[in-house]
């Protein structure tokens, strides 16, 4: 160690970096490279490399050093290149089956406890597929938990019905679930203090109600707004999730009043409800790692904490798959849409009592008459859809899936609550409250897990009558 | 979640902490606790409690909460309480044998490749043992990464030979391998401007040369001098390992001198060697999980890079076990140890040839004549034991095996190098400089992880002939 | 101090503000407040409140809280009851005339230098004002200092030819010149991992080339653009004076191409030069407090110490007053302006040889023509304005005494350095390079300072000829 | 400044350091430094760089580089040498008087309100000597403003009755109350987990109850117990004073109970008493500069806000001045002192009613009846030590008149309070509670500063009847 090792090691990455950066190339990891495919030469020796690693060559600091290199590799080949690459890594470095099959014959073969401990000790080891251990030594790379995020993201997005493919990707999420575990993550709140570098991924990475400008970032941290993120301490310019939560009294009913910046400023202290109005993951490559649930918690014990007159917990979300649901029970001539009362208003309003007729009509939302001809049945039909549409045993709403596992109650449906194009397009105008309260999320959550059961307030489940 | 439900938890805990401290009683969190035993209803109920969290019962916030609770359940009880917790967890909720055979039975059925990944992600599914996920969720309690560290030092000083105890132990240190990457961890150096809670860490985890006071201490941290750590992120207060180094001029030969806090201090920046003269593990529970190792690469880089004038990098090193080894040649009557001229000198300056006797004397090490005529036979001695004597394939010394595990070299030992009571005692005051040098390093290590093949100076060599 | 004082009057302060804030008032300290002028009654309880202070009445803790609560009172006034406010400390807390002339008979009957001593020391109590030691106790608001730069920009704007008000300026200045010492300023660099918060206030500050965008801004902090600013511990996050920097090879020479969000990144590492583009001064209230200097010394140390391939520290800098001075002299039918071979070019790319229809004419800057007729001219004209002309003893242009003060040197003329609207109507798109030169900057100074001689580079003293 | 000056000084000033802790030397600044004396040759060259400083030469950087080498040419000379130094500015760097006298007269000719505040203005600049404005510019020096504190340390200790020290003195003393203005200060919580660096400073200063260990001063932190100190940001690893607290429940009686690193530890949310039981100065160089009663103001309202069970807020203090006084009284046969029935009781238990004598007999403290003897007399001339001893002005004792200015008042005497050596030595065992409640402080220090009424307790009042 008379030099220093890692330097080197640095040196050449930074020289790397460099070369792709003047190449007008790759700032983030996981961009595509610049070197065209990985030809079969190259494909030995990434095979010698990945051999060295992980038999350890030279110790385990070189070991880790050299997968760093691989790691580097990986990053200037293109598609058609990573895809080699990992395809390689998929078939080439799996658990090897004859070691599987001794092992699985040793088990058999075991006479007492301590020989099943003993073997299935061994089975433990052997199913440890190499291609993990190798994963696991890219967190050597300065930035490796980023890089395996990304990786996963490109896998998600390649697997297809490989199978190859599919094992190492449930490989690499296991090693994710692992590392992402929640208690190491920690709870920041944003503000207008925060770095700008972060805020900017704020921006990238928001889902929901998109930011329109810098202003209208400020205007969501500040006041009477509060947002929330994950990290992860090897991450920690990368937010994992994040919420938007306003602080109103009342349980807030609109969206774009929410969002309004000229709206006046209310008092943290004086809002009775905490609204999570905006929840976006951030990481495609952390799919299927959960931490939403953990989120809320976290967030709403520490404005409890902060603000005690704080009584309600409770979000405004949207109902993102209510028109796909209704167009197809349109398409069934579902009976129960429209009452007959209802026709007659639609037909006055629209002249039709067609409703994805009258669904198509410009601007309906802003016809006091139009709109409200279509209130009564759109309720009710979204009503329907929240509490009784089926995916499998889950509700067919993804949000209303997510909430419900959380604990959450069906609250109450706006009408008008949304009137972006997105709004209008995704769910007719309608968004839902879904309520936290401490003492139900429990038996909501078991209600829901078990049974299926829905828990909807009584004004929500008077609609279904 | 109208009322912050971890909130409460906190409460409860922050008051069992209480009270236990009013006991007079627990700070760390694996002292004993205060309750007497774990009777059998409380067993029932610990089952239950076990059950509800694997069952995810109340969604995974709750059941996350729920471990935090069964963690302090842990830690209220006594010895005895803990070894039927122990057990509970390592034989009642271990993989099942009947979901492992269903398991392997499809595996051996399966046709095709497709249906072999599926076969083999369900045997790597049905191998985490349901207490691996227990474990894992104690990371919810507030110091839960050092809960489970200091539950593997418990398990280890009560493993013995009982195979369930052992299999739970294994699985602890296969989590704590993948959260203790050291990927994860942080290098950072220790000095005088440290929290004196930190510092008062080293005191009591130093292994090697025990601090004196915490003037000793402050001597060992500036100047010329340096110390290094490894943490972990959710441990920022615990060390887990760390390294003492003296930038001094030449490779240093004496540990009371580098140790006397009344020589005059060098300049750092004209130094051309770090000598690497303590390193000490703090954390018993991580026993085998390595990152020794990359302690030194990253302290080397770091100074390296700081000071450019450096030009070595090496030990001073103890050598635990020769007496132990010396004590079994002398029993055995080994021919080697005493050539016929040095029986001679022995003799002129003990009154005796015999070496148990001669080592046997007084302050021996004081006296220059006698220091003498031991000075030869040691020194080869010492030398045999280091290069010939194995355990298995590894050298036979702990600290010989770990420094040429890493691709260092035996370069020089040292003659009345350690005069404390503890040099004296194991190793007859001599002491050993690993030399690490970058262009050696991997193959120093092959050669040796190999053919066990020890890499020695040739002044070293010379000793052997 | 059963109760905490302290706290209730912060809670007062916080319901002050927060009754402001609803008004939809001021955030900012000094913007105008809302309640109407300034009573009598109020003004003599103002006396009252002021009298008590200085008294230290209650103690010195009691005296600090009550200066506090008349910073606060301040606040709620609007302009016509601050100008009263001001007006009273001006004429009413002034040195008492009559402690003064006893003072000086005092001094002038002192007979040895004991007694002298003695009476200096007196002169020197007698003269610091009450309303100074008044100020001073401000410090005590939580942002008292901030409060006090933003109080002297507003007595700027209004002292007019007040002799009060003078007198309590020049105070202020005097109390603010000490607390802002270069020595308690740090420098810090700002780039995209900073607070948006302080980011947003450097788009407002920005006096020399206004930032377009948020993206615009994130380009000239990274990659091979820096920004520096000195911060005040009592005013974290308001910079004093900011300078940006492009780190490039050769001496710039137009600033459109330095702003181009487009080009492509050059590597700060392989960087020749640091040329200073901007300086901005922040804050109104600390005119005539200098730290311009510090700020471009102790930014190209930094520089220095992190790039050793920099070998030139230069600006580009604008000419503000040129064209006002060129305009005069075109008044004054000044015969150097235009020489003979010069008016027929003019006249062949203008139809007309007067320099200052030609300057008028639309966008003369973009056809290539009639830039040219106008170089010779106008380059000869800004190197006399910028060497020769005069403000008193000073260099007229303000941004020349500036570097010229510093000891840098005029080194270069840059013809279509400045293309946008600003550039073209102050200085007809001319644009300078100042260099500053280790071993100069002395001996440039002291010539500058002394005999006003400007030091110029030969090419630039070769226009003058 | 292609070269980086400052970068430059910078290491000059290194090698000085280098240079001089290699001579075995000093590490703070103001330690006594190697070279013996000023000889005149160099007096002279010091005339000549205080002249270049004064004068601005070569631009305000260089002036302050300049300043910075006067100010580090002060650190290497010796005792006489330095006194030289001062001198010289002392003497020859004071207001010119031609100066002033011109000034003097221009006031007096003044004939208007405008000529006036001119001639105002002009006293006030003459006024500031020359030598005020160089001691200003070593603010530039790394550790500047601890530079100029240990400066006037020094002066303080040698000004003796020269007038021009005691001129410079007082200089010196005007510029750091500026520089030390409370509201530049930062109140920081001292615990274990403060740098080990800090803590060491406060075993150094701590002047009331020293720290007999490591082991004391962690008990001392932690728990029940508090300490904090104000800093400034120019000197952050210097505390600047610094106050000891215990959060118990009744009013501490006794300090080697609240000391007793062996009694059980208190809940501080349960505690209803703050005591402050220590408060120590550290620097010396800031003599009166005031701080000690912002600092008692700002801990109260802190733990206050924090531990809403605390009603009390006094202090356990000695009583430095009690056997002084005394003595004198005993050597005046004050015939209060001990009254008749109190003289037989002496006697009973010490064989002598004399006082002295009584006083002097070896650990009557540890005797029950002797110290049951000498209670009454020694309570009673305690609390007319307190009320009725004066110094001028003010109470006697100093620590009684920092309080009482503060407007605490006295609220009890605690026999047998502090039984170590000094405690019996100053105040024969009794200790002070000085009581802080929020709705008397003002009045009691209008009371004490007005009249100089003692405010105290009905059961101090009695003692005096």
New interface residues.
């Given amino acids: ?7 080197f090691l640095n040196r050449t990455l930074r020289g790397m970096r ?1 070369a792709l ?2 190449a ?1 190339g790759a700032r983030g990891p996981l961009k595509d490279g610049v070197q065209a495919d990985l030809p079969e030469d190259d494909a030995d020796r990434l095979r010698q490399q990945i051999d060295a690693c992980l038999r350890g ?6 070991a ?1 050093t050299r997968a760093a290199e691989l790691g580097e590799t990986y990053l200037v080949l293109d598609a058609t290149g990573r895809r080699r690459f990992l395809d390689i890594l998929a078939r080439e470095y ?2 090897a ?1 004859d070691a ?1 099959d001794e092992a ?1 014959a040793a ?2 073969e075991a006479v007492d ?2 020989a ?3 073997a ?2 061994r ?2 080891e052997v ?1 440890v597929a190499p291609r993990v251990r190798l994963l ?1 030594q890219f ?2 790379l300065r930035q ?2 980023k890089f395996l995020v990304d990786l996963r993201a490109e896998l998600l997005s390649q697997v297809g019905d490989d ?2 493919l ?2 190492l990707e ?1 490989d690499l999420r ?2 994710l679930t ?2 992402f ?4 993550l920690t709870l920041e709140r944003i ?10 991924k704020l921006i990238e990475y928001e889902a929901v109600h998109a930011f329109r400008s ?1 202003d209208d970032l ?1 205007h969501r941290l500040e006041g009477d707004r509060r947002c929330y993120a994950f990290f992860h ?2 991450m920690p ?1 990368e937010p994992l999730i994040f919420v938007q939560v306003a602080l109103v009294t009342g349980m807030a009913d609109n969206v774009q009043a929410l969002l309004d910046e000229r709206a ?2 209310g ?1 943290s202290e004086d809002a009775d409800s905490a609204i999570f109005y905006s929840i976006s993951n951030c990481q495609a490559g952390l799919a299927g790692v ?1 931490f939403g ?2 989120l ?3 967030v ?2 520490d404005l ?2 902060q603000l005690p007159n704080l ?3 409770a979000t405004l979300s949207p109902v993102p798959g209510f028109r796909d649901w209704l167009d197809e029970r349109i398409d069934a001539a579902d009976a129960d849409l429209v009452a007959e009362s209802e026709a007659r208003s639609l037909e006055a309003a629209f002249e039709t009592s067609d409703l994805r007729r009258a669904l198509a009509s410009a601007a309906w939302w802003e016809d006091e008459a139009r709109a409200e001809a279509l209130r009564e049945p759109l309720m009710r039909a979204c009503a329907r859809y929240l509490v009784e549409a089926r995916h499998g045993a889950r509700a067919r709403d993804r949000v209303a899936h997510f909430h419900l ?3 959450a109650r069906i609250e109450r449906l706006n009408w008008l609550a949304d009137t972006s194009p997105k709004g209008i397009e995704q769910s007719a105008s309608l968004m839902v409250n879904y309520l ?4 139900e ?2 038996r909501n ?2 209600a829901y ?1 078990g049974d299926g059961r829905v828990t909807a307030a009584a004004g929500v489940r008077k609609l279904l009558k």
């Fill in positions: 160690m008379s030099e220093p090792q890692a330097g460099r950066r003047r007008g060559q030279g110790g385990e600091v070189s880790r799996d658990t089956p599987l699985i088990y058999r406890e301590r099943r401990a003993t299935r000790r089975l433990r199913l696991g967190n050597g490796g938990v199978p190859g599919r094992a449930t296991a090693l692992s590392w575990d929640v208690g190491f503000t207008w203090r925060t770095p700008a570098a972060l805020l900017e810098w400020k301490p090897n310019e006046p400023l008092d959960s649930s953990f809320i918690k976290r709403a014990d409890a904490r009584k309600r917990f596992t959380n604990g936290y309260r401490l003492n999320v429990e959550h078991e897990r």
